[in-house]
T-cell receptor, first 114, second 110 residues
Framework: DAGVIQSPRHEVTEMGQEVTLRCKPI?????LFWYRQTMMRGLELLIY????????DSGMPEDRFSAKMPNASFSTLKIQPSEPRDSAVYFC????????????FGSGTRLTVV | KQEVTQIPAALSVPEGENLVLNCSFT??????LQWFRQDPGKGLTSLLL?????REQTSGRLNASLDKSSGRSTLYIAASQPGDSATYLC?????????FGEGTQLTVNP
């Protein structure tokens, strides 16, 4: 298995532009999570999906952030409009729907908004 | 709200030393506890997963323990090597979410 695949690996954009981050979970995993990591706040859960349905989006910072999971093999996290304070590493993770299995993380997308 | 605390925040040891990293959590109803390693600029690599019914897990030079009653987990690294230098994160699962500690930054000096 190729693991959790995220793209792009790095993104540099200007303030005000739309940014879309992509994630392909591991096949057979039915839960998908988006995390954000910063020096100040560590790892924060933004949103998670179970069977393609958003279950908890309480971590999404504001209306500028949105996430979708149109099918079991693809999810996007969109920021529109982007701001410099959105600069962070965004991780996607997936797991099976059982506490007996752990979480597998992608390599992350390093976003820089200038 | 679940909280996970890791002590120490940073640790520097000479090569070959055995060491222990500590993790404490407030939620006694956890499903499992997972230890991750993160190298600078990289993603998270899962090291060990301890289910709530287990007391410990071992992988090579790593041993992780779980004590739900006291809300503590430890990661023991035997015969440390410079290649072990990284940030180590523990995370507890309750429900369907992972709650992370802030990590311990480990430096193993040759």
């Amino acid at each position: 298995d190729a693991g959790v695949i995220q793209s792009p690996r790095h993104e540099v954009t200007e303030m005000g532009q739309e940014v879309t981050l992509r994630c392909k979970p591991i096949s057979g995993h039915n839960s998908l999570f988006w995390y954000r990591q910063t020096m100040m706040r560590g790892l924060e859960l933004l949103i998670y999906f179970n069977n393609n349905v958003p279950i908890d989006d309480s971590g999404m910072p504001e209306d500028r952030f949105s996430a979708k999971m149109p099918n079991a093999s693809f999810s996007t996290l969109k920021i529109q409009p982007s701001e410099p304070r959105d600069s962070a590493v965004y991780f996607c993770a997936s797991s099976r729907d059982s506490p007996n299995y752990g979480y597998t993380f992608g390599s992350g997308t390093r976003l820089t908004v200038v | 709200k679940q909280e996970v605390t890791q002590i120490p925040a940073a640790l520097s040891v000479p090569e070959g030393e055995n060491l222990v990293l500590n993790c404490s959590f407030t939620d006694s109803a956890i499903y499992n506890l997972q230890w991750f390693r993160q190298d600078p600029g990289k993603g998270l690599t899962s090291l060990l997963l301890i289910q709530s019914s287990q007391r410990e897990q071992t992988s090579g030079r790593l041993n992780a323990s779980l004590d739900k009653s006291s809300g503590r987990s430890t990661l023991y690294i035997a015969a440390s090597q410079p290649g072990d230098s990284a940030t180590y994160l523990c995370a507890e699962t309750s429900g369907s979410r992972l709650t992370f500690g802030e990590g311990t930054q480990l430096t193993v000096n040759p």
